[in-house]
C-alpha cells in the first residue's frame, strides 16, 4: 500500500462506532466485552469503517489478555474483511491489524496516558509476550502497538517485536506536540525504532489533533526513512474517573487536516477515540 505512494487511511474509533450502534461498554474490557457477547456488533463495526474508506482496519484485541478474547477479536476482523471483499470484489483489499495495548489499558485507569503504572521493564516485557507471540501466530497482517507511554514499554515492545514475522507499527500517546506521555521527546521514542528488522512504521495515536503537525515533523527529521502514522482522537477530553467524554466533535475539518498531514509527511492516517466513520471519510477524500 505504501509503495502505490498515496496515504493509506486507518479505521476510527472502533468503541465510538460500537456505542453508535447501541452497545454498552460501561465495563473494564470496553470493546472486548463484546467479543463473545455480541460479536456482530464487532462485525458490523468493521464494515462500518471498511464501508466509509478504511484501508486498515483494527481488531478489538486493545484491552484483551485472555487468549480466547485475543483469537475473537482477530477472528471477527478477518471476517469483516472477508465479508467486504466478497462485496467489493473489484475495490482494495483491506489489511487487518492486531492491536497490541500498552499495560495501562488493563488497568482501565487512564494510564496509557501518563505511563505511570508501577511495572519494571522486565515485567512489560513478560506481561507483553504471550499476546505478541499469539498474534504473531494470527492470520493479522500487522501488529498494532498502539496508545504506548513511555520508553520503558516501548523499550519491552522493542525487544519482543525482534523475534515476530509479522510486520508491526508502534505509536506512542503523547501529551504534548514535543514528547510522548512519561516526558521522553518524540525524536527518541521513535529512533528506538529506526533500525528494528520488524516495525515498518512509528507514529501517534489517541493524542489530540492539534499536536499532529508537530510531532510528524518530529518524527520525519528523527527517522527519515522510516513511514510515518498518525490517528488521533478527536481532541475532547477524557475522564478515566468516571469513563465519559467531554467538548464536541465534528468531522467537518479533517478533510482539511488530512492534506495537512500528509503534507507534512504523514504516510498512514485515520482515527482514534471519539472519531467515526464520517471522519475517515472524510480523511480519504483530504488525503494528498
Known amino acids: 500500500m505504501l509503495a502505490a505512494g498515496r496515504p ?6 472502533l468503541a465510538t462506532q460500537l456505542e453508535s450502534q447501541g452497545c454498552d461498554l460501561n465495563n473494564p474490557l470496553w470493546s472486548a466485552s463484546l467479543l463473545l457477547s455480541e460479536p456482530q456488533e464487532i462485525v458490523a463495526a468493521h464494515r462500518a469503517y471498511l464501508d466509509a474508506g478504511a484501508q486498515i482496519i483494527i481488531s478489538a484485541s486493545y484491552q484483551a489478555v485472555d487468549e480466547e478474547l485475543i ?7 478477518l471476517q469483516a474483511r472477508d465479508e467486504f471483499v466478497a462485496a467489493n470484489p473489484t475495490a482494495f483489499a483491506p489489511l487487518v491489524a ?7 489499558a488493563v488497568l482501565s485507569d487512564g494510564s496509557e496516558y501518563t505511563g505511570n503504572y508501577d511495572k519494571s521493564r522486565d515485567e512489560l516485557v513478560e506481561f507483553h509476550r504471550a499476546r505478541v507471540v499469539q498474534l504473531d501466530t494470527s492470520q493479522a497482517d500487522v501488529l498494532a502497538c498502539e496508545t504506548i507511554p513511555s520508553m520503558d514499554e516501548a523499550s519491552a515492545l522493542a525487544e519482543l517485536l525482534g523475534d515476530v514475522s509479522t510486520p508491526a507499527w508502534v505509536s506512542f500517546s503523547c501529551r504534548d506536540g514535543k514528547h510522548i506521555s512519561d516526558g521522553t521527546p518524540i525524536e527518541a521514542a521513535a529512533k528506538l525504532f529506526s533500525e528494528h528488522s520488524t516495525v515498518r512504521a512509528v507514529g501517534v495515536n489517541c493524542t489530540s489533533p492539534q499536536y ?7 518524527i520525519k527529521h528523527a527517522v527519515p526513512n522510516m513511514p510515518v502514522l498518525v490517528y488521533p482522537n478527536s481532541g475532547e477530553s477524557f475522564n478515566a474517573d468516571s469513563k465519559t467524554w ?13 492534506k495537512e498531514w500528509t503534507s507534512a509527511g504523514a504516510n498512514i492516517i485515520g482515527g482514534c477515540c471519539r472519531t467515526g466513520p464520517e471522519h475517515i471519510a472524510a480523511l480519504g477524500r483530504g488525503r494528498s
Open 98 to 104: 492486531a492491536s497490541v495495548g500498552p499495560y495501562g
Open 246 to 258: 467531554s467538548g464536541t466533535t465534528s468531522a467537518a475539518d479533517w478533510e482539511r487536516v488530512a
Open 8 to 13: 493509506v487511511v486507518i479505521d476510527g474509533g
Open 212 to 218: 499532529m503537525l508537530s510531532l510528524i515533523e518530529r
Open 71 to 77: 483469537a475473537a477479536a482477530t477472528g471477527l476482523a
